[in-house]
């Protein structure tokens, strides 16, 4: 149903791991309430935007989200909201519910039982009926008696679980072209920082009243507690190129050196009461860089105390400092004090969702509130500047195409000097336009102000589009071709940031084929069943082989949308039969392979999930469809991993089968899916 992933979850220096798990359940919490009223606001703002079976699923999923928060809260949020316009509405909206199907298709591992855990990915054993069984026991089969499922009432589309109905929603909006704004990877990091400022939200009203609480004494304390996290980071620091089994040991030397030398910094007074006037004002911004500041001061006396403590502990100069490399990473201590000063009040909370949902009543409404001045603002679109180099073309002239221009690299300077003498990071990433002989410069495109992901991906594909109709024009044979450089330059003409993008030409090869060590194919079992099926010759064998083939094409193109189109191809190949009766027989066909518990999500059964993911397909043919008429190119970056899942979980699954003597037919497969998973079985694992 969706690509399950795994990661590690590790807990914090600073917060207990109950903490943690509150703050994680008000974080979904408040994140449900924001994306309720973005609902409500889409809802409002559709005036024929939105289809009404979008509009359907809207409403079902502002019931199941349901109201957690009330008062000052939930009227704050909306006053925000109110002022969006629809495509920023949308935009938001789905970054919302795509970080929440990545949230909850994501299982989360402590590393340190990560050995002992065992994940039960169904609640019911897996029935063993072979291939010949199933066969055996159905002389006479056909698909449509075994996806009827499919055609059942409407009505079972609506038991969908908290998860599904987010992605029957998310998938929609992808289908109105206003999700093209952001870029995927831009979408979820904006969520995460939304959750950044949240938390920080919290903790700066709690430090407030730790501080009113503990004075001086409290904020002496955190400071040494900081002081000593730079020394034991520096010690660290020393390990660098050393091997762990052999550093270690004089590490925690080290370590016990500074601890008893860590009363040698002195942290003055008045330090301590400038803090407090800051946390008493609300300036934690200022707080966070106050604190950074003073570690940047008594930096020089902090590797002196390292130095020493290396020098009485006689061993080796190579543990000495480094006077420069840590440096950069000094304005994380600023951040850390906030974090220190709000733990020991949120470690004595007696309710501490309460107390963040009080907290949240009091921050919101505040010019201070991160959160706030991060959210009132979502988009902010500038003008971006790109330029990539291409080969396998010749230029003698300048050629100016309106917005895109081809420019010979010795004409480059002129072009540099017009388009790129503002923007001062281009400096610093040390491009030689002379480097490549004929470069393409691209001006006019839109992205938002930090997204250079987007303004990266617009730019190549306006590149791609303008070079591609040039070419037929030109030649209509195909005698002809170019490919795209691996190095782009996008710079924002507002804020001088430059990016250089590496390694992401049409066609590159990121990292050669390994058939080393457990991948050398003699003598293993995957390898003797490769060398059994590439010798095969019947209908399904060589038509596994050409989806093998499409699969990678699909993988070497560059942009998302040429990916989406070429993986849908690739299914279509694999799974469609000259007698289907049904116009997607073949999408039938995946349903049945892939419908199946890898959502960790109680309350559905077989019949209902294959329900979902038939429809789930009939989304993506739309999204096909407006792909190829040119509209919504962004929104494929949204789905392309479930999609390329699904074709490479089917097309395994197809391959495995080949060398089955039983196996003559694909349906026989199918059936072996449908009989196997009965549709009533009930699947997924815990309530969410």
């Not at 024929?48 to 409403?59: A, C, E, I, R, V």
């Not at 899942?645 to 037919?665: H, K, M, Q, R």
Request: net charge negative.
């Amino acid at each position: 149903m969706f690509k399950r992933t795994k990661t590690m979850k590790f807990a914090s220096l600073d917060y207990s791991e109950e903490t943690l798990r509150i703050i994680t359940m008000f974080l979904r919490d408040f994140d449900m309430a924001v994306s309720q009223q973005l609902i409500r606001r889409s809802i409002s703002l559709s005036n024929g935007h939105l289809s009404s079976d979008t509009l359907h699923w809207m409403k079902i999923l502002d019931e199941k989200f349901g109201r957690k928060f009330e008062g000052s809260v939930e009227a704050v949020i909306k006053s925000y909201t109110k002022d969006f316009d629809f495509p920023t509405t949308v935009q938001v909206l789905e970054a919302y519910l795509s970080y929440f199907l990545k949230d909850l298709s994501t299982s989360y591992e402590n590393p340190a039982s990560q050995d002992q855990k065992i994940e039960e990915e169904e609640t019911k054993p897996k029935q063993t009926l072979t291939l010949k069984q199933v066969i055996d026991a159905h002389d006479s089969y056909n698909l449509l008696n075994f996806t009827s499922t499919h055609t059942k009432e409407r009505r079972t589309l609506y038991g969908r679980t908290l998860f599904h109905s987010i992605l029957a929603v998310r998938d929609r909006l992808l289908c109105t072209g206003y999700c093209d704004t952001w870029s995927a990877r831009y979408a979820e990091s904006w969520v995460e920082k939304s959750h950044e400022f949240l938390r920080d939200d919290l903790a700066s009203q709690a430090a407030k009243h730790a501080v009113s609480e503990g004075g001086e004494p409290f904020v002496h304390k955190v400071l040494v507690e900081i002081v000593d996290s730079v020394c034991r980071d520096v010690v660290y620091h020393t390990r660098m190129g050393k091997r762990f089994d052999e550093s270690n040991k004089i590490i925690q030397k080290l370590l016990a050196g500074v601890k008893d030398r860590l009363n040698t910094i002195k942290i003055p007074p008045l330090k301590i009461q400038e803090l407090i006037e800051l946390v008493v004002r609300e300036n934690f911004i200022g707080l966070q860089k106050y604190v950074s500041d003073f570690i940047e001061e008594i930096f020089n006396d902090i590797l002196l105390l390292v130095e020493k403590v290396v020098q009485h502990a006689d061993v080796d100069n190579s543990y000495l400092p480094d006077q420069e490399s840590p440096r950069p990473f000094l304005h994380k201590y600023g951040h850390d004090a906030l974090l220190r000063l709000s733990a020991g009040f949120f470690s004595e909370a007696k309710d501490l969702n309460r107390t963040f949902h009080d907290f949240m009543e009091v921050s919101l409404p505040g010019r201070n509130s991160q959160w706030t001045n991060h959210y009132k603002t979502p988009i902010k679109l500038d003008e971006w500047l790109l330029a990539a180099p291409v080969k396998n073309l010749q230029v003698d002239a300048e050629v100016d195409l309106g917005d895109v221009k081809i420019v010979p690299s010795d004409k480059c300077p002129n072009i540099v000097t017009e388009y790129f003498s503002k923007i001062s990071g281009v400096d610093k990433v040390g491009w030689n336009p002379l480097d490549e002989p004929v470069w393409v410069f691209v001006q006019r495109i839109f992205a938002d102000s930090n997204d250079s992901e987007r303004a990266k991906t617009y730019g190549r594909r306006k590149i791609e589009e303008t070079l591609n109709s040039i070419l037929v024009l030109i030649d209509n044979r195909s005698l002809y071709d170019y490919h795209l450089g691996h190095h782009t330059y996008a710079a924002n003409t507002k804020t001088s940031a430059t990016t250089l993008f590496n390694g992401i030409g049409s066609g590159s090869v990121k990292f050669p084929v390994d058939l080393t060590g457990d991948k050398f194919p003699v003598g293993t079992p995957w390898g003797d069943y490769l060398r059994k099926t590439t010798v095969m010759d019947s209908a399904i064998s060589n038509r596994v082989r050409r989806a093998f083939d499409i699969l990678a094409s699909a993988r070497r193109y560059e942009f998302p949308d040429q990916r989406f189109l070429r993986y849908l191809t690739c299914l279509e190949s694999l799974l469609k039969e000259e007698h289907d009766s049904r116009k997607y027989g073949w999408l039938d066909r995946a349903t049945l392979i892939m419908a199946g518990p890898n959502i960790p999500e109680a309350g559905y059964t077989y019949g209902q999930a294959r329900v979902w993911l038939r429809n789930d397909f009939d989304i993506y043919l739309r999204l096909r469809d407006s792909l190829l008429q040119g509209r919504g190119n962004g929104s494929a970056d949204r789905v392309i991993e479930r999609i390329e899942s699904i074709v490479v979980d089917c097309l395994i699954n197809v391959y495995a089968s080949l060398n089955d003597p039983d196996f003559n037919e694909l349906d026989q497969l199918i059936l072996w899916f449908a009989l196997t998973r009965p549709e009533d079985d009930v699947i997924g694992g815990v309530s969410i």
